[in-house]
C-alpha cells in the first residue's frame, strides 16, 4: 500500500497559499508556528470519502450514547472515588446530572484507518481546543483551494444552534472566561462568544483570575462586581475544585458550560469503566485500572491532557513515554496505534454540538503519541476514486 495512503485515507502535499499567514490570522488564529514550527500545516491535507465520514459520524453518536450510560452508571452506583473526585463536590456533581443540565460540545479523540471501526482515544469532553481550527480555519482553507468540494463540517452552524436551545438563568448574561496569556486558549473562547452573539446572545469576556467572590451577596462576580449567573469556562472542573474559589461553587449559583457532570467524562477513568459496561465494543478499546496482563498497553494518567506523560508499553517493556506535569493514579488501554502515512500519525478529533456530530478535525505527530505540537491539517471529502 502506498505511504501516503490507508485504504480510503489519503495523504496529499501541496503548496500551501502564498499568504496563509495573514488568511489565517484575519481568521483569528494567531497560534499557527510554535517556536518556529507549524501548529496549522496546510503542506498537507488528507482526503475522506462519505464512507469515513459516515463511519465516523455513526462511531460519534454510538461513543456519546454509551458514554451517556456510562455517567448514569458512575452516578448511580456512587463509583466517585475511582474518579478521585472530592466529597463535597459529589452531590453537586450529581444535582448536575439529574437536572440534565446542558453540554455544548466535546470531542471525542480517535484512531480510525480508513478500514477498521473507529476506535475512542479518550474524550475531551471538558475543555477541548482546537474548535477554531477545525470549524472556521480548515472551511476557508476548502473554500479558497477546492472551492467545488465538501468537509465533514457544520461545527459552526451547530454551535450556534446550541446556544439557543440553553435555559439561561436571570440575568441571562453569558460570560466567557479563560486563563489570561495563553492566546490559544483565548481565540478559541473568543471563537465560541462569537458564535453565541450570532445566536443573539449577550456576551462578556473575563479572564479566570478575575473573576471575584461578593462576601455578602454570596455569588460570583465581575470587576464591576456585576453578578455572574451564567458562565463558559475553558477550565477543567479538577482545577476548580482545588481552587481557593472551590467551596463556592458549590453554592450553585452559577449555570457552567461545561456542566459539573462533565468532570465524569473527561477524566481518563472513564475508559475502563466503558469497557467494563461494554466489553468488546467495536468502538472502544480495552482498558483497565490495572496493566494488561499481555503487556502491550497504553499507561495514561487519570488527569492529563495534551499527551502528556504518556508512556507505550510493548512485551512489558517501556518502549516510549512523554514528560509533563501529571502524576498517577493511571489507567491502562490497549495499544492500538495510530495508522502510519509518510511517517506521520493521523489522530481524527470527532466533534460533537449538543448531542450533534458535526464534524472532524485532523491532528498528525511524528509518532504514535499525539502530544500538544502536533500539526493540525485540514481535510476535503472526495468521491473515494482514485
Known amino acids: ?41 496546510e503542506s498537507v491535507h488528507y482526503e475522506l470519502t462519505p464512507g469515513d465520514a459516515d463511519a465516523i459520524e455513526a462511531a460519534t453518536y454510538e461513543l456519546n450514547r454509551i458514554c451517556l450510560e456510562t455517567v448514569r452508571h458512575v452516578v448511580e452506583q456512587d463509583r466517585f472515588d475511582e474518579f478521585l473526585i472530592p466529597r463535597d463536590f459529589r452531590p453537586y456533581l450529581r444535582r448536575s446530572w439529574e437536572r440534565d443540565e446542558q453540554t455544548i460540545y466535546g470531542r471525542f479523540d480517535l484512531v480510525y484507518d480508513g478500514s477498521s471501526p473507529p476506535r475512542m482515544l479518550e474524550y475531551n469532553a471538558d475543555t477541548p481546543t482546537g474548535l477554531l481550527e477545525a470549524a472556521v480555519i480548515q472551511w476557508f482553507w476548502l473554500q479558497d483551494t477546492f472551492p467545488e468540494s465538501s468537509q465533514f463540517n457544520n461545527i459552526h452552524e451547530r454551535l450556534i444552534e446550541a446556544w439557543r436551545s440553553v435555559e439561561w438563568r436571570s440575568p441571562s448574561v453569558l460570560y466567557f472566561t479563560a486563563l489570561a496569556g495563553r492566546v490559544e486558549d483565548y481565540m478559541n ?82 475508559l475502563p469503566v ?29 488527569f492529563s491532557r495534551e499527551g502528556a506523560n504518556i508512556q507505550v508499553f ?71 476514486r482514485d
Request: neutral net charge.
Open 274 to 302: 466503558l469497557w467494563e459496561l461494554f466489553p468488546d465494543h467495536p468502538n472502544l478499546l480495552r482498558a483497565s485500572f490495572d496493566p494488561l496482563p499481555e503487556g502491550n498497553y497504553v499507561q495514561k494518567p487519570i
Open 1 to 41: 500500500m502506498p505511504p501516503g495512503r490507508v485504504n480510503n485515507m489519503r495523504r496529499r502535499t501541496r503548496e500551501p497559499r502564498q499568504a496563509w499567514r495573514q488568511a489565517v490570522e484575519s481568521q483569528g488564529m494567531h497560534y499557527h508556528t510554535v517556536d518556529g514550527n507549524p501548529y496549522w500545516d
Open 189 to 270: 473562547v473568543n471563537y465560541l462568544r462569537d458564535t453565541a452573539i450570532q445566536a443573539g446572545l449577550e456576551t462578556r469576556f473575563i479572564e479566570v483570575e478575575k473573576i471575584g467572590w461578593h462576601r455578602t451577596r454570596h455569588v460570583f462576580t465581575d470587576t464591576r462586581e456585576i453578578e455572574i449567573t451564567n458562565c463558559f469556562k475553558l477550565y477543567p472542573w479538577e482545577w476548580m475544585w482545588r481552587d481557593a474559589f472551590g467551596p463556592m461553587v458549590l453554592r450553585d449559583t452559577v449555570n457552567w458550560l461545561e456542566p459539573p457532570w462533565k468532570a465524569i467524562l473527561s477524566n481518563k477513568a472513564i
Open 314 to 384: 510493548e512485551s512489558g517493556r517501556l518502549r516510549l513515554r512523554t514528560e509533563g506535569p501529571y502524576a498517577g493514579p493511571f489507567i491502562y488501554q490497549e495499544l492500538r496505534e495510530l495508522p502510519c502515512l509518510a511517517g506521520k500519525y493521523p489522530c481524527v478529533g470527532s466533534w460533537i454540538v449538543n448531542g450533534w456530530a458535526c464534524g472532524v478535525g485532523i491532528r498528525e505527530d511524528d509518532c504514535v503519541i499525539t502530544g500538544n505540537l502536533a500539526r493540525f491539517v485540514p481535510h476535503v471529502l472526495t468521491s473515494g
